[in-house]
T-cell receptor, first 114, second 111 residues
């Protein structure tokens, strides 16, 4: 069966420090991968998505970047965190063919920038 | 923005009552999905309704879709305290490769 792992679960980082959040998927090949951010009590904002290795689409220009070094690995990074980067980050995957009919989410990372 | 809107933003009911949440979206779709999020956790897919369907059931869930009004509703019947969560609708973007989520409804079911 397919599983998605996202870590760490919580993270407190100082302003100006780098960030690396990792997400891996098991049990499927060539998935579409997504990074969403959720502000407190709000909806989900799509940050990046990827339909294949090395293919990254950015939805919102900001202080973050994403990479997909392997088929089932998706990394969210920042060189220098801002206070506004605080939030709940969610990784998700979907089947890569035929249009998206279901997304599977990781458990999320609560990032607090201090 | 293609983002959908849910209403109400928050809903508080007693166990045993029904909960109805509504979702509006902006563009043509081929399906609409509902997700549930427990506090501080990831989202879980509940149900999908296709654009050629008007109503769909799954257990205590009933979803309707009105493509002419670009709206959907999620009904949870005989609610339980364990149904307490946030509920989001989501629609595929034009390229069908990503989902756009609504703003969510926070449901509180009191024992």
């Amino acid at each position: 069966s397919q599983t998605i792992h996202q870590w760490p679960a919580t993270l407190v980082q100082p302003v100006g420090s780098p960030l690396s959040l990792e997400c891996t998927v098991e049990g499927t090949s060539n998935p579409n991968l997504y990074w969403y951010r959720q502000a407190a009590g709000r909806g989900l904002q799509l940050l990046f998505y990827s339909v294949g290795i090395g293919q990254i689409s950015s939805e919102v220009p900001q202080n973050l970047s994403a990479s997909r070094p392997q088929d089932r690995q998706f990394i969210l990074s920042s060189k220098k965190l801002l206070l506004s980067d605080s939030g709940f980050y969610l990784c998700a995957w979907s089947v890569g063919m035929g249009g998206i009919t279901e997304a599977f989410f990781g458990q999320g990372t609560r990032l607090t920038v201090v | 923005s293609q983002q959908g809107e849910e209403d109400p933003q928050a809903l508080s009911i007693q166990e045993g009552e029904n909960a109805t949440m509504n979702c509006s979206y902006k563009t043509s779709i081929n399906n609409l999905q509902w997700y549930r999020q427990n506090s501080g956790r990831g989202l879980v897919h509940l149900i999908l309704i296709r654009s050629n369907e008007r109503e769909k059931h799954s257990g205590r869930l009933r979803v309707t879709l009105d493509t002419s009004k670009k709206s959907s509703s999620l009904l949870i019947t005989a609610s339980r305290a364990a149904d307490t969560a946030s509920y989001f609708c989501a629609t595929p973007a034009r390229d069908f490769q990503k989902l756009v989520f609504g703003t969510g409804t926070r449901l509180l079911v009191s024992p």
